[in-house]
């Protein structure tokens, strides 16, 4: 079955860098284009960052851009995140979503790798 | 602040019908179609209730649907169920703010 397992996460001194892993499984994932979202504890969700199935298109929520980038091995089955410039507000768990092909929404989601940026 | 505004929460009992309305800038909820619902248990990761407006995944119960109207979005349950009560979030491909947006979800209580 379809499945995205996120990893990566940890703590971080504001400033720093991480770089969050999304393995996908269950699909052929070079077909699909690929959704990084974040949510701050007890908050909601908010979308960071899409990367198109052949990783030529890009586009990110305008408070990472500069910061964040997403890429992807397709022979791998891997999709990125790199995180640089950390700031406190970028604590949330962050999940990878799978694009319906055809479709505008997620169809597929992980559980989330917690990334905490704290002095 | 998210260009989606929702209530923070609403409420029902078993049975009855509850809307959840997401209210965009007309650049958003009116212009696009690409708008979906996503409920989210505590815990779990979100799941794909409604999407283009109106139209539900295969395994969804049809007692969930989705409208639009102007420059509002709608979710509306009936029939509701103790099983119900999650976090609902609405999304929204395109827009000036952003490629994609969600609104800052609302709290379903099943009373």
């Known amino acids: 079955q379809v499945q995205v397992v996120e990893s990566g996460g940890g703590v971080v001194q504001p400033g720093g860098s991480l770089r969050l892993s999304c393995a996908a499984s269950?699909?052929?994932?070079?077909?699909?284009?690929m959704h990084w979202v974040r949510q701050a504890p007890g908050k909601g969700l908010e979308w960071v960052a899409f990367?198109?199935?052949?990783?030529?298109?890009?586009f990110y929520l305008d408070s990472v851009k500069g910061r964040f980038t997403v890429s992807r091995d397709n022979s791998k089955n891997i999709l990125y995140l790199q995180m640089n410039s950390l700031r406190l507000e970028d604590t949330a768990v962050y999940s990878c979503?799978?694009?319906?092909?055809?479709?505008?929404?997620?169809?597929?989601w992980g559980q989330g790798t917690l990334v905490i940026v704290s002095t | 602040q998210s260009a989606l505004t929702q209530p923070a929460s609403v409420s029902g009992s078993p049975g009855q019908s509850v809307t959840i309305s997401c209210t965009g800038t007309?650049?958003?909820?009116?212009?696009?179609?690409?708008f979906s619902w996503y409920q989210q248990h505590p815990g779990k990761a979100p799941k794909v209730m409604i999407y283009?407006?109106?139209k539900r995944p295969s395994g969804v119960s049809n007692r969930f649907s989705g409208s639009k109207s102007g420059n509002t979005a709608s979710l509306t349950i009936s029939g509701l169920q103790a099983e119900d009560e999650a976090d609902y979030y609405c999304?929204?491909?395109?827009?000036?703010?952003?490629?994609?947006?969600f609104g800052g979800g609302t709290h379903l209580t099943v009373l």
């Open positions: 990367l198109r199935y052949d990783g030529t298109n890009e």
């Open positions: 283009d407006v109106n």
């Open positions: 269950g699909f052929t994932f070079s077909n699909y284009g």
């Open positions: 999304c929204s491909y395109g827009g000036s703010s952003s490629y994609v947006v």
């Open positions: 979503a799978k694009e319906h092909s055809g479709y505008y929404y997620f169809d597929s």
């Open positions: 007309s650049s958003t909820v009116a212009d696009y179609i690409y």
